[in-house]
């Protein structure tokens, strides 16, 4: 059983709840301050975000954390689900060299999916927390590449 929790306040949850919890940090701006940011955006900061800007999470993200996601790895969901299984086989290759980006591109999937998580049959809300267990144990995982090909193939 997956049990998906969302909170403000983190610290508010039982010590012993929080110890049994993956922590995925989702960034919390209105469409108004995402609006007025996207408006003072030098071209080279658009240059750099390129498809990341029309997408709110990437947004936040990179505005909590200076990170984007590089554009050879921006990747919807949808685009993912319409490849055949050789070239999610190469995309896992890619995306392998590194980690943080990968990391990064499925919880964008994530995201897009949860936006859509009342349409969701059965299936693809399984697939939602099969990411969400393997986006928490690639960290430990020695050979990226692997486990990406392994996860994709799944997915």
């Known amino acids: 059983v997956t049990f998906i929790l969302l909170t403000n306040n983190f610290w508010e949850i039982l010590p012993t709840v929080r110890s049994r919890c993956q922590v995925l940090n989702f960034v919390s701006l209105t469409g108004g301050d995402l609006a007025k940011y996207r408006a003072e955006l030098s071209a080279e900061e658009r240059l750099l975000l390129n498809k990341g800007l029309d997408?709110?999470?990437?947004?936040?993200?990179?505005?909590?954390?200076?990170?984007?996601?590089?554009?050879?790895?921006?990747?919807?969901?949808?685009?993912?689900?319409?490849?055949?299984?050789?070239?999610?086989?190469?995309?896992?290759?890619?995306i392998a060299a590194d980690k943080e980006q990968a990391q990064l591109c499925?919880?964008?999937?994530?995201?897009?999916?949860?936006?859509?998580?009342?349409?969701l049959g059965k299936k693809e809300i399984e697939k939602m927390e099969l990411m969400i267990e393997n986006i928490g144990q690639m960290k430990y995982n020695v050979n990226l590449r692997l486990f990406l090909e392994n996860l994709f193939i799944q997915v």
């Open 106 to 119: 499925i919880l964008t999937w994530l995201q897009e999916l949860w936006q859509d998580a009342e349409e």
């Open 55 to 94: 997408n709110d999470f990437l947004l936040k993200y990179y505005l909590e954390t200076g990170k984007v996601l590089q554009d050879k790895f921006y990747l919807t969901y949808k685009e993912f689900k319409a490849m055949d299984k050789f070239v999610r086989l190469e995309f896992a290759r890619n």
